[in-house]
């Protein structure tokens, strides 16, 4: 096989690279010896460059095109000319080729997340993830900073060392913008922008160009997430304690299409009621009382004097009370079927639990039709 080997390289007139790969960013063209003769073929195509080392050292970069490797036509290997044997006789010399093309669609993200003072929020841990493109800028110094000799050079073998560049410039630039977590999907391309910029001078220490870096996701932690979502609803609900009526109406017209349930059922229709109430009860009194705190003392004006309150009755419901409801709020209970004539009321000032026909002002709630005419 070595002699089959050495035999193949006095035969290689061509130097060339044809990449099958979409990765690899450095091939280092083999031969037997690393002998090339005079006047061999190089071809180096678009998207690549070629670096001749000799004893160790570059030697020259190649840009795309066909070269002939003589002296005499060929004045761009300055210092090729100073070798020994110049091309009179085969010349040993190291060819690497490297891709110069974009590499597209790498990824970034963070590993943990990133800890931020937000304006709104407080502290908060963002995640963010993202993709980028990178280009070999300087074969040369691509060469003298990271390939070294590698043979085969992929993007597998730095891409986590670009990822952690890219993510500690993103935490600095995310922290000092001092946006807003909701406002950052707004200046996603602002973000990927700037970042592009800062990461510029990192990666040319490197031979490389960061061409273009995407920000694809910046995201809350689940549980704040899910309590974002709940903030949501309520703001989309809009008044709490008109929800709250509606629902219990729905309960109370629920339960009237189902007079003959279990007791149990009856009980929790109840417990629901006055769950409802006491709900609707301290929001009343929380928006009563928001305006008294934030509001500055004022002058008192005259006015007419304060309209009569309403009488609130309590209902038994299987043995459970609920309300205290309005007198609109039982009329709309008697149109469901919820309250008869039969069930048990109270208001402050009765003495005790009687039937709803039995009340003057709820007596008329149950007349489906005109009274008797007298005397008849």
Request: hydrophobic fraction near 40%; charged fraction near 20%; include cysteine.
């Amino acid at each position: 096989m070595a002699i089959w080997d050495k035999i193949r390289g006095e035969l290689v007139d061509i130097i060339e690279w044809l990449d099958p790969s979409s990765d690899t960013m450095v091939h280092r063209f083999e031969r037997h010896g690393n002998e090339i003769k005079h006047g061999a073929k190089l071809t180096v195509r678009e998207g690549q460059v070629a670096v001749f080392i000799n004893e160790g050292k570059i030697a020259d970069v190649f840009s795309p095109g066909m070269y002939t490797l003589d002296t005499k036509n060929l004045p761009i290997v300055s210092t090729l000319q100073g070798w020994r044997h110049g091309f009179e006789s085969p010349f040993k010399a190291e060819v690497y080729f490297i891709s110069t093309r974009r590499f597209t669609n790498l990824k970034w993200g963070t590993k943990n997340p990133i800890m931020l003072r937000d304006p709104e929020f407080g502290p908060l841990r963002l995640r963010m993830f993202g993709t980028y493109c990178v280009r070999v800028g300087d074969a040369a110094t691509f060469i003298k900073e990271i390939v070294g000799t590698d043979g085969t050079f992929t993007t597998d073998e730095i891409t986590e060392q670009l990822r952690n560049l890219i993510v500690a410039r993103m935490s600095d630039l995310v922290a000092e913008s001092k946006i807003p977590a909701l406002d950052m999907a707004a200046n996603y391309d602002e973000f990927g922008t700037f970042a592009t910029e800062r990461l510029h001078p990192d990666f040319e220490s490197y031979g490389l160009d960061v061409t273009s870096l995407l920000v694809e996701n910046i995201s809350l932690p689940p549980a704040v997430e899910e309590a974002l979502d709940k903030r949501a609803s309520m703001g989309v609900i809009g008044n709490l304690q008109q929800y709250t009526q509606f629902q219990a109406a729905n309960a109370m017209e629920a339960a009237a299409k189902n007079p003959g349930g279990e007791a149990a059922g009856g009980m929790g229709l109840g417990m629901g009621f006055a769950m409802a109430n006491q709900m609707v009860q301290g929001f009343g009194q929380q928006a009563q009382q928001a305006p008294q705190q934030s509001a500055p003392p004022a002058a008192a004006a005259p006015g007419p004097p304060p309209v009569p309150a309403q009488t609130a009755y309590y209902v038994a419901v299987n043995g459970v009370q609920t309300g205290p409801f309005p007198v609109a709020a039982l009329q709309q209970q008697v149109q469901q079927g919820a309250l008869t004539t039969e069930s048990l009321v109270w208001a402050q000032g009765m003495a005790g639990w009687v039937a709803a026909s039995q009340v003057p002002e709820l007596a008329g709630l149950f007349q489906q039709g005109p009274p008797p005419i007298p005397g008849a």
